[in-house]
């Protein structure tokens, strides 16, 4: 399969992933249990954002001296594309975290533990599902109509549903879970278990991570489709991809209190799946520029979240 990415560079990245990762952990966590304030929240996330713009002037700097400018440009709006398809995606998967720390009532200051464990799980998860679809896209081109089909699919379904919350009391997973497992009445701090007499007792808070897991896992069968609309090359997706993640804790605590804010956000990150899902069904007959690509994106995002504040919903009123 062709790629930019070098063995070097491949190393490099892989390598800022886990000191930046690391760092977070350490900073974030350093303080045990304690709620995180929006000016935090705010300051991490505009520093991850910050990166992941500075690693796209760095891209084609880089691709400029070694492939030329138009490989560089090319490349480079392919890196911005994918990070803003995944990075609007992962708003929506925090709106769902939300959802699940709420349905089990998670106190704010309990909730980090569960969030930094769902997003290194999500960064191991992305990368296996995305050498794998690097791979069956080298091997079998049909499978981007596979995909172009689910992605328009799932579109409809988000458009069709999209004011409809997901019943967490008749969720399998839920439900089988506690059906199987011991579990506490309360929580037990940030402790997932716990041992009386003898035998360990879940607590809450592993439900939550274990729904977590979940949604990690439906979330990324959607975004890694979407980013392959837009390049097939495995180090474009992976960089993108990661980077849009690797900000995910911080946006949550920025984005948890204004969630009922962006109630038509839903509504654009459908059309977005519908759009790129389209791109990868014609991509043999009629190829949409990728600069084209990049700013409808933007424009149906920046539309939603426009119309979500012009419009205000009823419990984003009545939470002023």
Request: hydrophobic share 65%; charged share 10%; glycine share 8%.
């Amino acid at each position: 399969m062709e790629t930019i990415g070098t063995p070097w560079m491949w190393a490099g990245f892989f390598a800022f992933v886990v000191v930046a990762t690391a760092i977070d952990l350490t900073v974030i966590n350093g303080r045990g249990a304690t709620r995180v304030s929006a000016r935090e929240a705010l300051a991490w996330s505009a520093l991850w954002i910050a990166l992941a713009l500075a690693f796209a002037g760095w891209l084609w700097w880089h691709l400029a001296g070694t492939a030329g400018p138009a490989v560089a440009r090319q490349k480079t709006l392919e890196y911005l594309t994918g990070y803003l398809i995944e990075k609007s995606l992962s708003v929506d998967n925090i709106f769902v975290f939300l959802m699940l720390f709420t349905y089990f009532a998670i106190p704010a200051e309990l909730q980090r533990r569960a969030l930094m464990l769902g997003v290194l799980g999500a960064i191991v998860l992305r990368i296996v599902m995305i050498l794998l679809g690097a791979w069956l896209v080298a091997q079998f081109h049909w499978i981007l109509y596979a995909f172009g089909a689910f992605l328009l699919a799932t579109g409809v379904k988000m458009l069709l549903f999209a004011d409809k919350q997901p019943d967490l009391e008749a969720n399998p997973i839920v439900r089988w879970l506690r059906g199987h497992l011991a579990l506490t009445t309360g929580l037990h701090g940030e402790r997932l278990w716990i041992v009386r007499d003898g035998a360990r007792v879940f607590t809450p808070l592993f439900l939550v991570l274990v729904m977590i897991g979940v949604t990690d896992v439906v979330f990324a069968v959607d975004s890694i489709p979407a980013i392959f609309a837009i390049t097939a090359d495995p180090f474009i997706v992976m960089t993108s991809n990661i980077f849009a993640i690797l900000g995910l804790r911080a946006l949550y605590f920025l984005l948890a209190d204004m969630a009922a804010r962006f109630h038509l956000l839903s509504y654009g990150l459908a059309v977005v799946l519908m759009f790129v899902g389209t791109k990868m069904l014609v991509v043999d007959f009629f190829k949409i520029p990728v600069f084209v690509a990049l700013g409808v994106v933007a424009a149906v995002l920046a539309a939603s979240i426009g119309a979500s504040l012009l419009w205000p919903h009823r419990a984003a009123e009545a939470a002023r």
